[in-house]
């Protein structure tokens, strides 16, 4: 019975060392696994960055090239805008030119003889400024619609009122005085 119990301790010894190779190896095949899932996982994660980065980089171009466009249509923009109040900043300056001659000749109140004299002169300038409106007219192509027409004339009273250094309104008390209705 002894023998029998030494060979039960024996086998049962025999098994346990059995299992604890066969764990040994399968914990060893695990752990290799790990690592390899682990690793793959790794080379996986840098790939998507890699492609992350790249794309980062061409969506940064690209909106870099978009912000330079949408600069470049503002720069014009602004361009356009200074250009037309440069425009309008050299017609107020000739008004404000002329407003200052006709301030210093209102303070410097001529004689009567002078404001006869200055009255002809006004007059031959004003049929000088009729005849120059007249002839502006008469230039106009005669297929205008109604409105093209009355931009046309709008345009031709600034020209001439700028043409002659007065405002429009004074041409417009010309054009009443020699019954010039458009």
Same mark, same amino acid.
């Given at each position: 019975?002894?023998?029998?119990?030494?060979?039960?301790?024996?086998?049962?010894?025999?098994?346990?060392?059995?299992?604890?190779?066969?764990?040994?190896?399968?914990?060893?095949?695990?752990?290799?696994?790990?690592?390899?899932?682990?690793?793959?996982?790794?080379?996986?994660?840098?790939?998507?960055?890699?492609?992350?980065?790249?794309?980062?980089?061409?969506?940064?171009?690209?909106?870099?090239?978009? *912000?330079?466009?949408? +600069?470049? %249509?503002? &720069?014009? =923009?602004?361009? /356009?805008?200074?250009?037309?109040? $440069?425009?309008?900043?050299?017609?107020?300056?000739?008004?404000?030119?002329? *407003?200052?001659?006709? +301030?210093? %000749?209102? &303070?410097? =109140?001529?004689? /009567?003889?002078?404001?006869?004299? $200055?009255?002809?002169?006004?007059?031959?300038?004003?049929?000088?400024?009729?005849?120059?409106?007249?002839?502006?007219?008469?230039?106009?192509?005669?297929?205008?619609?109604?409105?093209?027409?009355?931009?046309?004339?709008?345009?031709?009273?600034?020209?001439?009122?700028?043409?002659?250094?007065?405002?429009?309104?004074?041409?417009?008390?010309?054009?009443?005085?020699?019954?010039?209705?458009?």
């Amino acid at each position: 019975m002894f023998k029998k119990i030494l060979l039960a301790v024996l086998l049962l010894v025999l098994l346990a060392g059995v299992s604890y190779v066969k764990i040994m190896r399968d914990e060893a095949r695990t752990d290799n696994l790990y690592r390899q899932g682990y690793q793959k996982g790794q080379e996986t994660a840098q790939a998507g960055q890699a492609d992350s980065d790249s794309a980062a980089e061409v969506l940064a171009v690209q909106m870099q090239g978009a *912000l330079e466009d949408s +600069l470049w %249509a503002l &720069r014009a =923009q602004y361009q /356009a805008e200074l250009d037309s109040l $440069t425009s309008v900043v050299g017609a107020k300056n000739g008004r404000i030119a002329w *407003l200052q001659k006709e +301030l210093s %000749a209102a &303070r410097n =109140q001529p004689a /009567a003889s002078q404001v006869t004299a $200055t009255r002809a002169d006004n007059s031959d300038r004003h049929k000088e400024i009729v005849q120059y409106y007249k002839a502006s007219i008469k230039d106009l192509p005669s297929d205008l619609t109604e409105y093209e027409r009355r931009i046309a004339l709008s345009e031709i009273r600034t020209e001439t009122a700028q043409k002659y250094a007065i405002t429009v309104a004074q041409l417009n008390d010309i054009r009443k005085d020699y019954n010039l209705e458009d």
